[in-house]
């Protein structure tokens, strides 16, 4: 039980340049989500998304992309990188199970550091 | 949208001093938990507090929810070293069209003076 998986640990971007941060999740959440980590910034929630083929946006949306195809899968896409987005990235995944008993408890993957130059 | 404040930004404590933490939501929440993270690491869940006034401890750490489900603390009682890191809460609140969000406060950065 892997638990939530990232990939790359470790990432350098050329501005305008694409990639791909790969996040999966082995305990078949529903709710999956991409947060953002900036010094003085906390967390911030890019995007998330409530089950296969559902996403939506979260506090700081513009310049990613995600799709979610499976329930273990929640990838995010930059599409044109910036030096703004030089960031550490964090995926997580919830039960989110409200019929009754709330068991809400985010489970983070263990990030993705991103430089953008 | 929904906004969580929380302060102090960060605090410098002697070992042995008592550490709060304040967390304000601008909505009603359907809960709030706190996560600890270690320098270098990730987020992991400490606590869940659902019930209007709900409080919870966990040895040397009490956290309470206040009554109107919008604010919310975290107090630790004789700090230790290994309490050094920073602490976050989180507000779940409803979205519409059937979905939530957890938004995170700033956090506040525990050190510890031996």
């Known amino acids: 039980n892997a638990g939530v998986t990232q990939t790359p640990k470790f990432q350098v971007l050329k501005t305008g340049q694409s990639m791909t941060l790969q996040c999966a999740q082995d305990m078949n959440h529903e709710y999956m989500s991409w947060y953002r980590q900036d010094p003085g910034m906390g967390l911030r929630l890019i995007h998330y998304s409530v089950g296969a083929g559902i996403t939506d946006q979260g506090e700081v949306p513009n310049g990613y992309n995600v799709s979610r195809s499976t329930t273990e899968d929640f990838p995010l896409r930059l599409l044109s990188a910036a030096p703004s987005q030089t960031s550490v990235y964090f995926c997580a995944s919830t039960e989110m199970g409200f019929q009754g008993g709330l068991n809400t408890e985010a489970f983070f993957g263990q990030g993705t550091r991103l430089t953008v130059v | 949208g929904q906004q969580v404040m929380q302060i102090p930004q960060y605090q410098h404590v002697q070992e042995g001093e008592d550490f709060t933490t304040y967390c304000n939501s601008s909505?009603?929440?359907?809960?709030i938990q706190w996560y600890k993270q270690r320098p270098g690491g990730h987020p992991v869940f400490l606590i869940q507090?659902?019930?209007?006034?709900e409080v919870k401890k966990q040895k040397r750490l009490t956290f309470q929810f206040g009554e109107a489900k919008k604010n919310s603390s975290l107090h630790i009682t004789a700090t230790q070293t290994t309490d050094v890191g920073t602490y976050f809460c989180a507000g779940l609140a409803y979205s519409g069209a059937g979905s939530y969000q957890l938004t995170f406060g700033k956090g506040t950065k525990l050190s510890v003076i031996p």
């Open positions: 909505t009603t929440l359907s809960n």
């Open positions: 507090l659902v019930k209007s006034g």
